[in-house]
Every structure is written in C-alpha cells, then in structure tokens.
C-alpha cells in the first residue's frame, strides 16, 4: 500500500496536480479530488477542506475558471477548466518539479528508495 | 438521504460572505457525490455518512478560508492590474505635466503634432485610470498604498509645476545636425514621473522589467501613436518632409523624454523583486513550485 506523502508536499504540489489534470479536460470538483486520488494510487488526496479554498484561490488568480453546467440528468455541477494564465503556468512548473526532484534523487536516491 | 445543504448552512457560520449560495450549492455536490460513491461501494449509510463528514475536519477553519478567497476574490489578474494600472498613472501624470508647463494662452505652433496626440490619449487615460481603480479590489491594501502615493506625488508635481510655469522656461537647445529646444522643466519633471512610476511599481512587487514599461510608457506610447499618426502626417507634409518631421518628434517626444524618465527610473531598476514571478506576494504561500515546500 502506498505510504501517504506528509502534509507540507501534499500542498506544495496540489496545485500542480490540479493543473495538470485540468490541462486534459474540464472538471468539476468532486471528479478532480477522485482523479486525483485514483492516479495517484491514494499518495495525493484531497479532501473538501482542502480542495476547495485552493480551486477558489487558483480561480481568483486567474490559473482556472469555474462554469456551471447541467448534466445528462440535469444536475447542475460547477466545472473548472484552465485559463490561457494557468496553462502558460504548467510547463514552467512542470520544469522546476522535475529538476527539484533530479535534484532531491542525486542527493538522497529517492527514485531507488 | 441527509440533506447535505442544510447541513453545510448549519456548519458554516457565519456563511462565507460573497456567493455563499453558490459555494453551499457546490459543498453540498462534493458531499453528496462523496456519500453516493461509498454507497455504491458498498458502505452501510451510517457509516458513509461519518465518513462523508470526515471531508472537513473544523467547519471554521474552512469557512474562513473561504471567506478570505472570495472576499479578495477579483476579476482582474494581478498583472493586469499591476501593469496596466500603473501604466495608466504614469500616463496621466506625463500629460498632465506637459499640458501644465505649456505657458498660458500660448501654443508652440512647431509642437501642435506633439501637443494632439497627448490631449487625445488623455480622457482615454483618465478613463481607463478610473475604470481600473474602480476594478481594483478595495481591500488590497498595496493597491491603496499606490493610489495614496500617487496622489502625493502627484499634488507635488502639479504645485512645482505652478511654480515653474510663472517663469521663463530656461531651454537646451542642440543646434546638429538640426535646431532643436528642449525644454529643461519639462524633462526634469519626466525624471520625476518616471521616478515616480517605477518607485510605486516597485512598491507593487513588479519585476525589473514591469518597472521599466512603466516607467516609460508615456514615451513609449506617444512613439505608438506618432506611428498610427504618420499616415495622416505623409497626406498633410506629402514625401519626404513628413519622414523628417516624424523623425524630430520620435527624437524630440520618444527618445529624449523617454531617456528623462529612464534616469528617473534607473534608482529603481536596479533591485531585483523579491518576487519575480507574475503573482502576488500574498499568493505565494499557494504558490506550488518545489520552493515552497522548503520554506
């Protein structure tokens, strides 16, 4: 079973995740936590507590939008979708991710660990 | 099946203060669907409807949370309204100034290409000055900071102006490869302008180069709308004067001016920001680069 990562890096990087996962499709909330949660084979998980004050956070700093939209069923579901901002933000990050954990694996051999 | 609204206006109080219909309306989704998915997992109600409440551990804690993000919550980006706003000031300030220093009931006839542009960009200015500060959210304390330094720099500017305005204007005049004046208080006052606008973008947390744009942009926008402008000047000057005349002003409106508000700005290009990238200072704690875990 996959130990859960500690708190500090689980928020260092949820919105990476969450960036990430938007760059595909649109989402709405409930769907990016259990997506989140299934790739990751439960390493990163949200909680409402947690996920919602980021999207808001992310949506007022222009990195994602949020749009009501009925479904099938006519239920009536908030979906996230990334904004130009937050795209051009995904390939830099993506960057500086990579290159801290080459980083973190030279120094310590986490990708053997 | 529990009344998942209900629940959430219950827990949360006081309610998140902008769009707390909406936020309930998408809490109670994200407990609904929760509840739904252990359900079909095989979970006994009680027991998904415990761990459904496990979704937040202190209702408080996430309703503040809430509340401070649509509260700050804004329309416009924060490069926007760092850009833009300043740029818009620092216009301003820079017509103002000539407008100002043009002595009364005189009108230098050699100048009127310079003087048109400048009174037809300014109700622009004014206009997008106001929309933006209108636009800027109220409780953003760095953006009343900057509209309260503007209005001091400002105020001073204007009375140096008076004052400079009730004397002769002394003048530089280069005599190659053409006659040109330039007129000495105008140019310190864009070393001020230029000072002013690149200090209050620095204040804003702008990297190096937001602070140079700004600080320029009055030279900057006035080669734009001298360019725009040429057509029409080949169609009254006709080929080639319009490109000699085109020439003088770009020297005479653009670089000079441009390099007086450079000077101005050069005490305040030289630090780096402390926050290079494109969001705010305040933001930085939700920022996701590696750094920040390091913190």
């Known amino acids: 079973m996959t130990k859960r990562i500690r708190p500090q890096i689980t928020r260092g990087s949820a919105e990476l995740a969450i960036l990430a996962l938007l760059a595909d499709q649109s989402l709405y909330g409930f769907e990016i936590a259990k997506q989140i949660g299934e790739r990751t084979n439960g390493a990163l998980t949200f909680t409402l507590a947690s996920l919602y004050p980021l999207l808001y956070e992310m949506e007022k700093r222009g990195s994602v939008e949020g749009h009501w939209q009925s479904n099938h069923a006519g239920r009536d579901r908030r979906y996230y979708r990334l904004t130009p901002a937050g795209r051009k933000q995904l390939a830099p990050l993506r960057r500086e991710w990579r290159a801290f954990f080459n980083a973190l694996d030279a120094l310590a051999g986490v990708s053997h660990a | ?295």
């Open chain 2, 1 to 295: 099946m529990p009344d998942w609204k209900e629940l959430i206006r219950r827990r949360m109080q006081p309610p998140p203060v902008a769009q707390a219909n909406e936020v309930i309306e998408e809490l109670s989704t994200h407990l609904e669907e929760t509840y739904n998915d252990l359900i079909d997992r095989g979970c006994a109600p009680q027991a998904a409807f415990e761990r459904t409440l496990q979704e937040v551990d202190d209702w408080g804690v996430l309703c503040r949370r809430i509340s401070r993000t649509r509260l700050r919550r804004n329309p416009m980006n924060y490069r926007t309204r760092r850009l833009w706003l300043l740029v818009a000031v620092t216009w301003l300030g820079a017509s103002l100034s000539v407008m100002l220093l043009q002595p009364a009931g005189r009108l230098y006839p050699d100048l009127i290409l310079f003087y048109l542009p400048w009174l037809a960009t300014l109700p622009l200015a004014c206009a997008a000055a106001a929309y933006l500060a209108q636009r800027a959210d109220p409780t953003n304390d760095r953006i009343k900071r900057l509209w309260l330094s503007v209005t001091v720099t400002w105020l001073g500017a204007m009375l140096s102006l008076m004052v400079v305005d009730r004397a002769d204007h002394p003048s530089l005049v280069l005599r190659r490869p053409i006659p040109v004046t330039f007129s000495l208080p105008w140019l310190a006052t864009l070393i001020l302008v230029g000072a002013a606008g690149a200090y209050l973008a620095q204040r804003a947390d702008a990297p190096r180069k937001t602070r140079l744009v700004v600080a320029t942009s009055p030279a900057l926008l006035l080669g734009i709308v001298m360019l725009l402008l040429l057509p029409w000047r080949v169609t009254v000057d006709g080929y080639p004067w319009a490109f000699t005349f085109f020439a003088l002003d770009v020297e005479n409106c653009v670089v000079v001016p441009g390099l007086a508000l450079l000077l101005g700005a050069s005490p305040f290009l030289r630090q780096r920001s402390a926050n290079s990238s494109l969001l705010p200072e305040d933001d930085a704690n939700a920022s996701m680069g590696p750094t920040a875990l390091l913190g």
